[in-house]
């Protein structure tokens, strides 16, 4: 059993999540299938032209993958309080409620992309160096990953 796996009664048990990391440029792309899966791995990026780009890209994400839920990163200071991003991020999660049928779930994403940047720079998967070109996909991994984890402490209380 590793830090991911959750015990069979879980709702989400045998669930496809996928994780969002939403940017005004690209939409960063992870998926996991609970207890399935070792781990949430980052799967690719949606370059944020409009919204009706976006959303049939996710579509096609959803229905290659079979999406059972999607987690979305919000964003926010250390301190927990609100930004700009914060805004752009809860319009995502309002237009992603309106037009697809799955549930959504939030997941403060505070630190991410800085997380995303360390694992890059610490991994022979990415040349040790950060990889523009993945660093959205990689911080949605860490924002799903911040999500299981929430949802397992939840079940310690």
Not at 1 to 26: A, C, S, V, W, Y
Not at 91 to 101: M, P, Q, Y
Request: aromatic share 8%; net charge negative.
């Amino acid at each position: 059993m590793n830090e991911f796996h959750l015990p069979e009664n879980n709702p989400f048990h045998l669930q496809t999540i996928l994780g969002i990391d939403f940017g005004e440029k690209f939409i960063g792309l992870a998926s996991y299938c609970v207890n399935r899966d070792p781990y949430p791995t980052p799967y690719g990026r949606i370059q944020n032209k409009n919204e009706e780009y976006v959303l049939k890209e996710l579509k096609r994400v959803i229905s290659d993958e079979s999406i059972d839920l999607i987690v979305i990163g919000v964003p926010h200071l250390l301190d927990g309080k609100k930004t700009s991003s914060t805004a752009r991020a809860e319009a995502f999660i309002k237009l992603i409620r309106e037009h697809l049928s799955l549930p959504v779930e939030e997941q403060d994403e505070t630190l991410s992309t800085f997380e995303a940047e360390s694992r890059m720079k610490n991994s022979p998967q990415y040349n040790f160096q950060v990889d523009l070109s993945k660093i959205d996909a990689v911080a949605a991994s860490v924002i799903l990953e911040d999500f299981i984890r929430r949802k397992k402490n939840d079940l310690k209380l």
